[in-house]
Structures are given as structure tokens and as C-alpha cells.
């Protein structure tokens, strides 16, 4: 193994997972994914030097906290209490604000050939949050399955959402464009501005309808400002760990599974190669403090938050 042989400076390191299908590639900066090379093919678009790494503002592979997606106007009331936070994506809270948990570094804990403990201590008041927030990530690798288990607790009741934001390009270069996508998700949250209008409607009959496989470069969602996706799904309610997503070029393909109850689909319109990767992040609702009817993003002293995400590669 050669975990933590490649240092990119300031404490930045990289560390490889390997099974018998899958070589993986983490880094303690973001608790992020750079790649995962399945015979030959490197199925994770991003960076992949330390310069290209501290260059991104695409959040490519990171574990994106302390609330992933959006919160309107930057504020949030809890408990009676409004909060204001970095506004870092137009008028709204994008990802954790200015210096979420994607661009610090994470303690390394555990480190073994097919497993990968990263730790964070995100301060009372990061990004304006209340509560000291400690989170755990480990990635697992077994066989042809990825998995990144998540949990974390608070001193003082506050928000968590954490997804981890990989984009996935199968080809292993070019676009994504040829990529058949399915979501197995009933119903969407509408935007207007990239902020859930608050109804959760029906796919039926509509271009966000991907339950049968569509080709992501002959798909555009109505209204899209990109030309893409960049839409919540709505995903089954029962319980436990289910298959979210299925993507396929015809040779290899990616099989999403997760606890959340929501799956954001990115065609990455505005990576600086459009569409080079479509990002599947599993997570709660956009915009959940605005929308109490959505599943509560609320973590509490008393609770620990913990979510999974698994990618197999066949």
C-alpha cells in the first residue's frame, strides 16, 4: 500500500484503497475522492494533482458540509433564534459557506489497505452554524463496492446535511453526454432559481422522469439555466440502504446506493469541462430549514447523524 506517500504540501496527502476491481484514490483535503480506476478506466472526473486540487471551486469529490445544497437568502431560524450564514451562490448558502468541510483538512484516524478513517472538529459559529459539530467519514472498499459511511454529533442543536460530491464520467475522458442515466424516484422538488418552490410533484409525464434509462447529452431539464440538471429527486421513503441510481456507457456501469431521501442529479454545465461528469449526490432536501414539510435536517445533542452512500462499479 502507499497511503499518504504523496504529500501536495500544507499537510495535504493522498491515500489508495485497493481490491481485487476497484484501485481508489482519497485525500484528507475535503475528505475527497479522486479517483476510482476500474480495469484501466479512471471513472472519477476532477483533479487529480495537488495544483488542480487547490484550483477547484466545483467541490469535485468532496464531502460537502456542514449543509450541502442551498439555503435561501443565507439564514435559517432554529429554536426561535435566526441565524445569517455566508452567502457564497448568488443570494443563497451554497455547500457550507465560503470554507465548508470540502476545502479543510481532515484528521486521518485509521488507514489500512481497504479502509479510510478521516475525522473533522467543526467549531461553535463555522459559517455562522451553532454547535460544535464532530464528523467521522470512512471509506470502505470491498470487492467492486465503494462505500462512505458518515456520522457526526453536536454540542447544541444545529443543521447537518453531508453528501459527498464525486462526478462521474465512465468514459474516463470527454463528456458524459453518452451516459444513460436512471433515477428510481417518483417525484421531484421544482425550483425556481435553484430553490425548491416547496412542492414535491410527480415525474410522470415530465423530461425529470428518469425511472426508464435516458441519455443525459439528449436530455435537458425544462427551464434548466445550464441546459442540464441540477434537480433534487425525491427518493423511495421505506428504510435502509436502496439503489438510487443506475448510470451506464454500454461498458462499465455505476450503481448509486444510500439511506438519504434525496438524490441531487448535476450534469456539471458548469464544470471548466462542460459535462465532463455528472454528480449524484445523496442527501436531504435543498433549502429544508424554509420547508418543514421536507425531511428535517435538525441534528440534535442527544442524536447522532449518520448517512451511507455505496458505489459499486461493474
Not at 468532496?62 to 429554536?79: K, Q, T, Y
Not at 461553535?124 to 462512505?148: C, K, W
Request: with cysteine.
Amino acid at each position: 500500500m502507499q497511503n499518504g506517500t504523496q504529500n501536495w504540501g500544507e499537510g495535504v496527502k493522498t491515500f489508495s484503497l485497493v481490491s481485487s476491481e476497484l484501485s481508489v484514490t482519497l485525500t484528507n483535503y475535503g475528505a475527497r475522492l479522486l479517483s476510482v480506476v476500474k480495469d484501466g478506466v479512471d471513472c472519477v472526473h476532477g483533479p487529480k494533482t495537488g495544483e488542480e486540487l487547490k484550483a477547484d471551486t466545483c467541490y469535485c469529490g468532496a464531502v460537502c458540509g456542514r449543509v450541502a445544497n442551498r439555503i435561501a437568502g443565507g439564514r435559517f431560524e432554529l429554536n426561535g433564534k435566526e441565524y445569517a450564514l455566508a452567502v457564497n451562490n448568488g443570494p443563497n448558502h451554497l455547500h457550507g459557506g465560503n470554507v465548508g468541510y470540502s476545502d479543510v483538512l481532515w484528521e486521518v484516524i485509521e488507514e489500512t489497505d481497504t479502509r479510510l478513517v478521516l475525522a473533522l472538529i467543526s467549531p461553535d459559529g463555522d459559517e455562522g452554524y451553532p454547535g460544535e459539530v464532530r464528523v467521522q467519514a470512512t471509506y470502505t472498499l470491498e470487492g467492486n463496492t465503494l462505500r462512505l459511511a458518515m456520522q457526526a454529533s453536536t454540542t447544541a442543536p444545529t443543521l447537518l446535511n453531508l453528501t459527498n460530491h464525486a462526478y462521474w464520467n465512465l468514459n474516463g475522458c470527454g463528456t458524459m453526454d453518452d451516459h444513460m442515466l436512471q433515477v428510481n424516484a417518483s417525484a421531484y422538488t421544482p425550483m425556481i432559481a435553484n430553490i425548491p418552490t416547496g412542492i414535491i410533484a410527480p415525474v410522470a409525464d415530465t423530461l425529470y422522469d428518469l425511472n426508464s434509462p435516458a441519455q443525459l447529452g439528449a436530455r435537458n431539464a425544462p427551464g434548466a439555466i445550464a441546459g442540464g440538471y441540477d434537480d433534487n429527486y425525491v427518493l423511495p421513503a421505506y428504510p435502509g440502504v436502496k439503489c438510487a441510481a443506475v448510470l451506464t456507457n454500454g461498458i462499465r456501469t455505476l450503481r448509486v446506493y444510500t439511506d438519504a431521501p434525496g438524490l441531487q442529479v448535476y450534469t456539471g454545465d458548469y464544470l471548466p469541462l462542460k459535462r465532463g461528469g455528472v454528480a449524484l449526490e445523496a442527501q436531504n432536501y435543498p433549502d429544508s430549514p424554509h420547508n418543514p414539510h421536507f425531511p428535517s435536517i435538525v441534528l440534535q445533542p442527544r442524536d447522532t447523524y449518520c448517512r451511507t452512500i455505496c458505489w459499486e462499479i461493474s
